[in-house]
């Protein structure tokens, strides 16, 4: 299984970027899927989660700003983040607990490849 991240990138403070992750391999099913974020010499903290009926969580730092949401239908998971700010800036990791086809009596936790949102001031 793997996530395929993508929609990081550099943008003003109070600006917008959209995230993506979408998950391929051999999936039975998806349960949470989140987003996380490590800023540089900090440690990687939870962004916002969402369950596979759709309840959501979010750091304090996002609510109201950031909206996390997934289509189940694609095994994908986006990010709307607004009103960008400077303390935003990290690499943003895509997480997911999958039950693949091979193994469905478990959770197999994934990780996607990082991606550099940069918030400049």
């Known amino acids: 299984v793997q996530l395929q991240v993508s929609g990081g990138g550099l943008v003003q403070a109070g600006g917008s970027l959209r995230l993506s992750c979408a998950a391929s391999g051999s999936i039975f099913s998806i349960n949470a899927m989140g987003w996380y974020r490590q800023a540089p010499g900090k440690q990687r903290e939870l962004v916002a989660a969402?369950?596979?009926?759709?309840?959501?969580n979010y750091a304090d730092s996002v609510k109201g700003r950031f909206t996390i949401s997934r289509d189940n239908a694609k095994n994908t998971v986006y990010l709307q983040m607004n009103s960008l700010k400077p303390e935003d800036t990290a690499v943003y990791y895509c997480?997911?607990?999958?039950?693949?086809?091979?193994?469905?009596?478990?959770?197999?936790?994934?990780w996607g490849q990082g991606t550099v949102v940069t918030v400049s001031s």
């Open positions: 969402i369950t596979s009926g759709g309840s959501t």
């Open positions: 997480n997911a607990d999958v039950i693949t086809t091979t193994h469905l009596d478990r959770y197999l936790e994934v």
